[in-house]
């Protein structure tokens, strides 16, 4: 569920994830590549303000892509450049830099070097289409590239292709300050403690304050919440954590660390 208090870290790079794929949406495929690329710029100190998924439709990968581009420092896509008819995302990433498109002589030579003599065909040959004026994203695992252009990293699908190109672009991005996590469980109902935190919240606007409710059936007190104070002040952060236990313990509760520190 959604933090009930959320505030921006101040002074960091900003990105978004776009998905692409019907596949997605459908349910067909289920999306871990988001996951892996928050966890990834976390330890830069990134930090990842959006998440969308859009079908294979290039008006609104265009659309979709615009929008993120504009608003923050980075964009992350995976998704849509492998052979199929339905492997979209580098025309419309064209589109959407308005730049043409064509075969990337770096690329087309990486891809026609893996194929045995007479099996590099048309639509394999359509992996190494690169809008013009970007660079390439080196694939360690299966060779066909990824590319940016602007501030944009088009990336591949399939998991293990997309963390190998993540792995190959994290020495040209920025690091911020990196954030700091406490998590205080505790077996209270989220509606006991929603004023003291907002409270707590307003006295520390530099620090986030997340609140998440579970129920455990069959447990002597089924209702509580993990709670999670984040901050790049690691002073801060502890400060707010050590307030946010007592404020527990007075309502009568028995606060946990599940991750101190």
């Known amino acids: 569920m959604p933090p009930c208090f959320e505030q921006p870290a101040p002074n960091s790079p900003t990105a978004a994830v776009l998905v692409i794929g019907d596949e ?16 990834f710029l976390a330890v830069l100190g990134i930090d990842l303000k959006q998440a969308r998924v859009v079908g294979d439709v290039q008006t609104e990968i265009v659309a979709a892509l615009n929008a993120l581009r504009a608003a923050h420092d980075f964009v992350f896509t995976t998704g849509g450049i492998g052979p199929t008819h339905d492997d979209i995302t580098a025309d419309a990433v064209a589109a959407a830099f308005g730049v043409g498109i ?23 040959k359509r992996m190494a289409r690169i809008p013009h004026g970007a660079g390439l994203v080196a694939n360690a695992v299966s060779g066909a590239p990824g590319f940016h252009i602007g501030n944009v990293y ?56 997340g609140s998440y409710p579970f129920y455990r059936e069959g447990a002597a007190k089924p209702f ?8 790049r002040d690691n002073e801060a952060v502890e400060r707010v954590a050590s307030e946010l236990e007592d404020m527990l313990r007075q309502l009568g509760a028995a606060p946990q660390r599940v991750n101190p520190g």
Do not use: W
């Open 24 to 39: 997605i949406l459908s349910g067909r495929t289920q999306d871990t590549n988001t996951n892996t690329i928050a966890r």
């Open 154 to 209: 088009v990336m591949a699908g399939v998991p293990m292709v997309m963390r190998a190109m993540l792995e190959a672009i994290a020495p040209e991005l920025p690091h911020g300050r990196t954030v700091k996590s406490i998590t205080v469980e505790a077996c209270i109902p989220e509606g006991t403690i929603a004023p003291g935190l907002a409270a707590l919240q307003k006295s520390h606007p530099d620090v986030a304050i």
């Open 224 to 231: 509580g919440a993990q709670l999670v104070v984040r901050g």
């Open 102 to 124: 064509g075969y990337h002589p770096g690329a087309y030579a990486l891809l026609e070097a893996r194929y045995p003599p007479g099996e590099f065909n048309d639509m394999r």
